[in-house]
């Protein structure tokens, strides 16, 4: 099949779903400034003398003597010694942005109370600020020692977004290459180590040592959630060897709700779309999921043709964050709000569809509201209207066309291709192509588009220059050999290209199935109803429906082609391609 997923980098889903989990943590996150009272800061009584000098500094500072009430409150916690003293004292050093002085008064605090897990957090982040990496990496080493297991996980989430204030990549993953590395074998510590060691090799491209030492982890301990975070990251890549230990963990009563999350749309987003709806309905009712996760839910439900019930998935988060104040809430209910717009599309209720349309106004761009409004109008058979539409919000071209005007083009060519005017689609995308002719987007677009209108040569060109200008892309390896596959054309070659696609992405239920197509093609059925029948295993899409029918149906077990073809027709009842095999093979529809 043509479509594929699109090529993403493990190192940037790690920083997202590390992100997401912050709120999961136990551990205190210290920020510069202010700076929150930590867990180990109480209240004491004070004698006369440091009472005295606590009162004398704090009204040093209401009159903007920064330095003398430093000195006086570092003073009084030297003589109390009082942790809660350190603390302010370090709290009004960071107020001045007076670096050397906090760092100083965290040193004091740390003389005095050896073990505060917060003295020593403050003073990592501190030398972390100040660039003092040497510093910052022994500090770690020290407050690492004094971390139960579960507090150093914390801390290893938290990690990547404390070392944001070293600017050299390098030194970052040189910090916690010397930190970590000597203890990634330890029996507490060591799983824990290895997955924060994996998370840096992630981050800086290499998802292969990063995935080794995600595995090792996890051998150590199945419920470490940094390593299972990591885990999750390493499904961008060909090796999906983990997935069993994140199955595993998602089935246990307490298993982190974010994760699940995150999980279920690293599926999605790999078109794994069966996978990624069980992995969310098996966490039990929708209370139990967050906005996101309902949300996610709800797309995955339209995905497999349960439109109803994602209506009323979407139409409870609209209600229910009406009020949203948080741009996370804002955007949930932004994307419900377009769910139910397609839910009235395929419904065919254009008035419910423009009502729902006209609450999109303020909570989008106005471009992007405008392409609803255009999708909407071609839902009608208003092409020309929506066209103009949309050719109104560029009203002087520019040449070569300026950023505005591409991203233009492309919603006119996704206009052209939601009312199959092909030949106008194909047009308009070499007419920008020319302008650019070695960007590897237009290239492919343009690429599918000539097939389209059967300029089969002019196809290949494309795909062949596509894969020059993005050799690691699988895409037009798999739209190539799945094209010529179709058309029974050189077939050896069709293989040969679909398997590169493959190296690429082995996961990939889109270039699976076109592998069982030409494997059909070439008459190896039976490994062809194998590979397909696992494309449709991942993920109900229509056109696998109507490949594994068919191979199905040819093989002689046509019950079960039926049965897989009326469950693709109840994603989609239109599809073309689903509806032309049902026709040529059974003689009715």
């Given at each position: 099949m043509h479509q594929s997923s699109s090529t993403r980098r493990p190192h940037w889903l790690i920083g997202v779903l590390l992100s997401g989990l912050i709120s999961c943590t136990a551990l205190p996150e210290p920020v510069l400034p202010p700076v929150s009272m930590p867990s180990d800061v109480r209240n004491s009584e004070l004698d006369a003398p440091t009472a005295y000098r606590v009162l004398a500094g704090e009204i040093a500072l209401q009159s903007g003597a920064n330095d003398v009430a430093f000195g006086m409150l570092l003073k009084a916690a030297e003589e109390s010694p009082d942790p809660a003293l350190f603390q302010r004292a370090t709290e009004i050093a960071l107020q001045a942005r007076a670096g050397g002085s906090a760092l100083k008064a965290v040193s004091s605090w740390i003389d005095a109370y050896p073990a505060s897990v917060s003295a020593w957090q403050q003073k990592f982040v501190l030398e972390l600020t100040l660039q003092k990496a040497q510093e910052a990496t022994r500090t770690l080493r020290s407050l690492i020692a004094l971390l139960s297991a579960d507090e150093l996980t914390d801390l290893g989430i938290r990690l990547p977004r404390l070392l944001e204030r070293l600017p050299e990549p390098e030194l970052r993953t040189q910090l916690i290459s010397d930190a970590f590395t000597p203890i990634k074998d330890d029996p507490t510590h060591g799983p824990t180590a290895r997955a924060i060691l994996g998370t840096a090799l992630m981050q800086s491209g290499d998802a292969a040592g990063a995935f080794e030492h995600a595995r090792e982890a996890l051998s150590q301990a199945p419920s470490n959630l940094l390593a299972l975070s990591l885990a999750?990251?390493?499904?961008?890549?060909?090796?999906?060897?983990?997935?069993?230990?994140?199955?595993?963990?998602?089935?246990?009563?307490?298993?982190?709700?974010?994760?699940?999350?995150f999980y279920a749309k690293t599926?999605?987003?790999?078109?794994h779309t069966r996978a990624a709806l069980k992995t969310l309905q098996v966490a039990g009712p929708d209370s139990q999921l967050d906005a996101q996760a309902r949300l996610l839910k709800a797309?995955?439900?339209?995905?497999?043709?349960?439109?109803?019930?994602?209506k009323q998935i979407a139409a409870e988060l609209f209600d229910e964050l009406e009020l949203a104040e948080s741009e996370a809430g804002a955007s949930v209910r932004q994307d419900a709000l377009l769910l139910l717009i397609d839910h009235a599309k395929h419904q065919q209720d254009w008035q419910e569809a423009s009502r729902w349309l006209d609450q999109l106004e303020g909570g989008m761009d106005p471009t992007a509201i405008a392409f609803q409004r255009a999708k909407l109008?071609?839902?009608?058979?208003?092409?020309?209207?929506?066209?103009a539409l949309?050719?109104?919000?560029n009203p002087s071209p520019a040449s070569p066309p300026s950023a505005l005007e591409l991203r233009l083009s492309w919603m006119q060519i996704q206009l052209l291709q939601q009312a199959e005017q092909w030949q106008q689609a194909y047009l308009r995308a070499r007419a920008v192509h020319e302008s650019r002719p070695d960007d590897p987007d237009w290239t492919y677009t343009l690429g599918m588009l000539a097939e389209r209108v059967k300029k089969f040569d002019e196809m290949e060109r494309l795909m062949r220059r596509?894969?020059?200008?993005?050799?690691?892309?699988?895409?037009?390896?798999?739209?190539l050999g799945y094209s010529l596959a179709d058309r029974g054309l050189r077939l050896s070659e069709a293989k040969t290209l679909i398997q590169h696609a493959l190296t690429i992405v082995p996961n990939d239920p889109f270039v699976i199935d076109s592998w069982g197509w030409v494997l059909f093609r070439l008459g190896d059925t039976a490994q062809a109803a194998q590979a397909l029948t696992r494309a449709w295993s991942m993920r109900a899409d229509p056109e696998i429906a109507a490949h594994l029918g068919e191979v199905l149906w040819r093989s002689g077990d046509t019950d079960r082609a039926r049965t897989t073809w009326q469950e693709g027709l109840t994603i989609e009842p239109d599809n073309q391609v689903l509806l032309e095999t049902i026709q040529r093979l059974t003689s009715k529809p």
């Open positions: 999750v990251a390493s499904l961008e890549g060909p090796d999906w060897s983990l997935q069993p230990k994140i199955d595993d963990y998602l089935a246990t009563p307490d298993a982190n709700s974010r994760l699940r999350y599926l999605s987003q790999n078109s797309q995955l439900l339209l995905d497999h043709g349960q439109w109803n019930s994602a109008l071609t839902a009608q058979g208003e092409l020309d209207e929506a066209q949309i050719a109104a919000l596509h894969m020059e200008l993005a050799p690691d892309d699988h895409q037009a390896h798999n739209a």
